[in-house]
């Protein structure tokens, strides 16, 4: 699997090189949508303001007691004003195009990189700075409704479903507005072509693998890591566990399925609630294998999973085909049903894994992988607009 589109042309090595001084002295912005919950796009993040520590760092909502410290000093504007706004940012995204739309255009800089999966790509750009944006996703809510209607309750379906009509109209037009999208898989790749009528260059996200590493014993368990959302399909692997009682599944996480997860769970499944970062290694390290049976947009767990030596079964959907390669890194499933659940499991029970050539595998995730990507991609950005100029 490649990382980059095969229509982007990518400087050499030896260019990136030697533009590297001009790259250093750039004057850089970075638009995220909200710095709230430490996740995977905010790694993202992270990773870009190391390249650029001196870059602006601009957000509509910022919880710094949240963020470490290399995401602090982010500039907000009106939403960060309303009581509570943080803790319930969700219900804030009416507002946040006005948020970003209010603010003058961004214009002491020499390019703008948005970090967008809702609406940072709306940032105002002065005019010729260039903007590049790196999308985790069109926004869920958005352009994949139906999948996440759940999220909201019954009484304001109907109307979010219509607010949500008029919210994809403005983000295709916002869209026109960025030089050059990079997505974080070649599936996300695809939604931008159909959603926005734009190419995409793919970089996958950073991933730890210094930290996320091969070592200790296998237990014998499956696991589940991530949270614990419809979209996810955490119940799918716990029933399928009910007709499997020679196997255990370990479910790693939290979030609103919770307690209707533990209610229907049988004895062979068992619930780590919130795991830090040290548990969910040692959990990686101990499985059998990762399970994932919902569509990711990349999948940063699958990925550390398999950078401790441990192989995936995944849907073979969205993020989970830039991960796994079939027979040799995991395997992939059809669709999200109890039997090709099963089916999977036990032909993964199955195969002798190379546990050392996953974990080396997985290095093309690594943050410096991830960086030096990044770095190309803007050297051409760059460059090209300096040939336009």
């Keep these: 699997m490649t990382d980059v589109s095969p229509s982007v042309t990518v400087p050499s090595r030896d260019h990136v090189a030697s533009d590297a001084p001009a790259l250093a002295e750039l004057r850089v912005a970075i638009a995220h949508d909200w710095l709230v919950n430490y996740a995977g796009s905010e790694r993202v993040v992270e990773q870009i303001r190391r390249m650029f520590p001196d870059a602006r760092l601009l957000t509509t909502l910022f919880d710094e007691g949240t963020m470490p410290v290399g995401l602090h000093g982010a500039e907000t504007f009106l939403l960060q004003a309303i009581p509570g706004a943080t803790a319930r940012h969700e219900w804030a995204l009416p507002l ?7 603010r003058g255009p961004v214009a002491d800089v020499d390019i703008v990189i948005s970090s967008s999966h809702a609406c940072a790509k709306a940032v105002r750009v002065g005019e010729g700075i260039p903007h590049v944006c790196y999308c985790h996703t069109p926004m869920r809510y958005a352009w994949n409704y139906d999948a996440e209607r759940e999220r909201f309750p019954f009484l304001l379906r ?38 926005y009528g734009r190419p995409a260059s793919v970089v996958h996200p950073p991933v730890d693998t210094e930290y996320f590493s091969a070592g200790g014993e296998r237990r014998g368990y499956y696991l589940y ?26 479910i ?25 970062k040290r548990q969910l290694r040692d959990l990686y390290r101990g499985a059998s294998a990762l399970l994932q049976a919902g569509e990711e947009d990349f999948g940063i767990t699958m990925a550390e999973a398999q950078s ?22 995991g395997l992939t499933f059809s669709a999200p049903t109890l039997g090709a659940v099963r089916s999977a499991i036990r032909r993964a029970s199955a195969i002798d894994w190379d546990f050392e050539h996953i974990a080396a595998n997985a290095t093309r995730f690594s943050h410096d992988a991830f960086r030096n990507r990044i770095r190309d991609q803007i050297s051409n950005v760059v460059s090209t607009s300096q040939r336009v100029a």
């Excluded at 946040?96 to 209010?102: E, F, G, K, Q, S």
């Excluded at 997860?261 to 795991?275: C, D, E, M, Q, Y």
């Excluded at 849907?315 to 890194?329: C, F, I, K, Q, Y």
Aim: aromatic fraction near 6%; charge should be positive.
């Design 158 to 195: 109907v109307p979010v479903r219509a607010a949500m009509a008029g919210f994809r109209r403005w983000d295709k037009r916002v869209a026109r507005g960025v030089t050059h999208f990079i997505a974080n898989s070649n599936a996300v790749a695809e939604r931008i072509q159909t959603n």
């Design 225 to 250: 890591a991530g949270r614990l959302v419809q979209y996810k399909r955490p119940d799918v692997l716990v029933d399928a566990f009910a007709e499997l009682p020679d196997q255990e599944l370990t």
């Design 308 to 329: 401790c030596g441990t192989p995936v079964i995944a849907l073979g959907r969205g993020g989970a085909l830039d991960v796994v390669t079939d027979g040799e890194t």
């Design 252 to 276: 790693a996480g939290a979030g609103p399925m919770l307690d209707k997860l533990r209610a229907r769970a049988t004895p062979n499944v068992k619930f780590v609630i919130s795991p830090d």
């Design 96 to 102: 946040m195009p006005l948020d970003w739309r209010l």
